[in-house]
């Protein structure tokens, strides 16, 4: 089945240490995106990417890199300059802007 | 700062009956709009979507409407049942054709 997959369900990060997440999809979609949710909130954007080797800012991007070396595939990196990584992170995908975006199941984030 | 809200955070409904969820938008450049359905520790499902050179939109058991005079969006679900309890999303997107803008979403608990 086509669709994207986020590992691991569940990651916890010591104090100072990156963490990288995992976001691969099967969809053929051009546009990839992350996104963070906090409890009882929207999602925010925190990078997004139209095409490989290349991708831009979104509205919360202080603390955090991509990178988009292939079609299938935009990991996420929570670095240490992240004050507040405890989150629900999403990944998701779509075939350009404008269209709909399908999501993963999301990565829980927790600091140990 | 512009953004895109929900009017209720929750909303409780009698099986069988009809549901509508409000959303109401301020940035009159949005021309693009979707609606995600969210279950517990899941990511987004998208439910449905329309442009504003539109009105009116139905798919299955949903019906999205659009009053860009008032700039508000409402998502009806005809019949609802059980497995539509979530919490429901909409999202626009203001003038970046790639970034999507989220509301803090509406809780729908239906009563058996």
């Known amino acids: 089945d086509g669709g994207i997959t986020q590992s691991p369900k569940y990651l916890f990060r010591k104090e100072g240490q990156n963490v990288t997440l995992s976001c691969e999809q099967n969809l053929n979609h051009d546009a990839m995106y992350w996104y963070r949710q906090d409890p009882g909130q929207g999602l925010r954007l925190i990078y997004y990417s139209q095409i490989v080797n290349d991708f831009q800012k979104g509205d919360i991007a202080e603390g955090y890199s991509v990178s988009r070396e292939k079609k299938e595939s935009f990991p996420l990196t929570v670095t240490s300059a992240q004050k507040n990584p405890t989150a629900f992170y999403l990944c998701a995908s779509s075939m350009s802007g404008r269209q709909p975006q399908h999501f993963g199941d999301g990565t829980r984030l927790s600091i140990l | 700062g512009e953004s895109v809200g929900l009017h209720l955070p929750t909303l409780s409904v009698q099986e069988g009956d009809n549901s509508i969820i409000n959303c109401a938008y301020s940035n009159s450049a949005s021309d693009y709009f979707i609606w995600y359905k969210q279950e517990s520790g899941k990511g987004p499902q998208f439910i449905i979507d329309i442009r504003s050179n539109m009105d009116k939109r139905q798919g299955q058991r949903v019906t999205v409407l659009l009053n860009k005079t008032v700039k508000h969006l409402s998502l009806q679900i005809a019949a609802t049942q059980p497995g539509d309890s979530a919490v429901y999303f909409c999202?626009?997107?203001?003038?970046?054709?790639?970034?999507?803008?989220f509301g803090a979403g509406t809780t729908v608990t239906v009563r058996a």
């Open positions: 999202a626009e997107t203001p003038g970046n054709d790639y970034k999507l803008s």
